[in-house]
C-alpha cells in the first residue's frame, strides 16, 4: 500500500520505479470484513477494557485469536490441506486455549468428564488436531512481539487505504470503467505514478484476490501485470524467492540497463561480479 502512496507523495521523478506486490488501489470490502472480524476478536477480550488496559495485562486471546483468524487469509485452503489435512495434534505446550473448553451452558468440561475417561484422542471432546497447533503458535508468538492497540491503528490504516481518497474529487470509488480504463478525473491521478510499473500478485491471494491486481495494472501507466504460481496464498510474497526474484530483476534490468552495465565494484578488497546475481528479494520476519 505504501509502495503506491510513495510516487504520489513526492516530488515527480523521485520515485522512478515501483513493484507493488500483493495490494490494492483500495482496501475491498472483504479486507475490511476480515479486518472487523480481527477488530471485534480484541475488543470482545474482557482485558482490552476500551483500549485502557495494563501494560503487562494485553489482552492475550483477544489478540491471539485476530492473529489466528489474520492467518487464515495469508494462506490459501489447499496449502493447509497439504501442509495439515487430519493430522493429529502434537499438544504444544504453549498452546493459546485449553485441550478442553470450560463449563458453558451445562456442557462437559475437564471436572465433568466420566470417571474413567481420560483426555486421549479418541475423546471427541479433546480431539485436536495439527492445524489448532499451528494456529495456537502462532497467536503465541505474536504476543511476544506486538500490542493490541497498536494491531487495531494498523487494521484501521489498511482499511483507510485508498489512493484516490482525497485527490480525486468524485469519489466515486469506481475502480474502472467497465472497459479496462480508469475514469478521467482517476487517471490524472494515476499519471503521476512511474510509468512501466510491474504489478506482481498471486494467483491462490485470498486476502489481495487476483481480480485486484488485473484493476491496479489496468490504472497504472503502461503497467504490466506478474502472477506468482503459488498454493501458499498472499504469504507467496515471502516463500517464492525465485520466482520474484526473476521477475523484479528483469524488470529492473530493463527499466534501468546502466546500473548493470559493467558494474563492479569492490568491497572490503573483493570484486563485485558483473551481474546483479547479489540482488535479491530477502524474506521480512
Not at 185 to 202: C, D, M, W, Y
Not at 209 to 234: E, I
Not at 255 to 277: C, H, L, R, W
Request: proline content about 7%.
Amino acid at each position: 500500500m505504501t509502495t503506491l502512496e510513495w510516487p504520489l507523495c513526492t516530488p515527480p521523478g523521485f520515485v522512478k520505479s515501483i513493484v507493488p506486490i500483493g495490494t490494492s488501489v483500495s482496501q475491498g470490502a472483504w479486507g475490511i470484513s476480515w479486518s472487523e472480524v480481527q477488530r471485534r476478536c480484541i475488543r470482545s477480550d474482557p482485558l482490552f477494557r476500551d483500549g485502557y488496559y495494563e501494560l503487562n495485562q494485553q489482552p492475550t486471546s483477544g489478540l491471539a485469536t485476530a492473529r489466528m483468524v489474520a492467518m487464515l487469509t495469508y494462506r490459501s485452503a489447499e496449502s493447509f490441506e497439504k501442509r495439515f489435512g487430519r493430522n493429529k495434534s502434537r499438544e504444544t505446550k504453549d498452546s493459546i486455549s485449553p485441550p478442553v473448553a470450560t463449563v458453558s451452558n451445562g456442557s462437559l468440561s475437564p471436572s465433568r468428564l466420566p470417571p474413567n475417561s481420560s483426555p486421549a484422542w479418541d475423546n471427541p471432546i479433546v480431539r485436536r488436531f495439527s492445524a489448532h497447533d499451528y494456529l495456537d503458535y502462532q497467536g503465541t508468538k505474536f504476543l511476544r512481539r506486538f500490542d493490541a492497540n497498536c494491531y487495531l491503528h494498523l487494521i484501521d490504516k489498511m482499511d483507510m487505504h485508498d489512493i484516490r481518497r482525497g485527490r480525486v474529487l468524485d469519489d466515486s470509488h469506481s475502480v474502472s470503467n467497465g472497459e479496462g480504463t480508469p475514469p478521467d478525473n482517476e487517471a490524472k491521478l494515476f499519471s503521476r505514478v512511474p510509468p512501466h510499473a510491474l504489478v506482481i500478485g498471486i494467483d491462490s491471494d485470498v486476502l489481495f484476490r487476483p481480480v485486484q491486481q488485473y484493476d491496479l495494472a489496468a490504472c497504472l501507466p503502461d503497467a504490466t501485470l506478474a502472477m506468482l504460481k503459488s498454493s501458499d496464498g498472499h504469504d507467496a510474497f515471502l516463500l517464492e524467492f525465485e520466482q520474484l526474484n526473476h521477475l523484479i530483476i528483469d524488470r529492473l534490468k530493463w527499466q534501468f540497463p546502466t546500473m548493470y552495465e559493467g558494474f563492479s565494484q569492490k568491497v572490503a578488497g573483493i570484486d563485485m561480479p558483473n551481474s546483479a546475481n547479489g540482488i535479491s528479494v530477502g524474506e521480512m520476519d
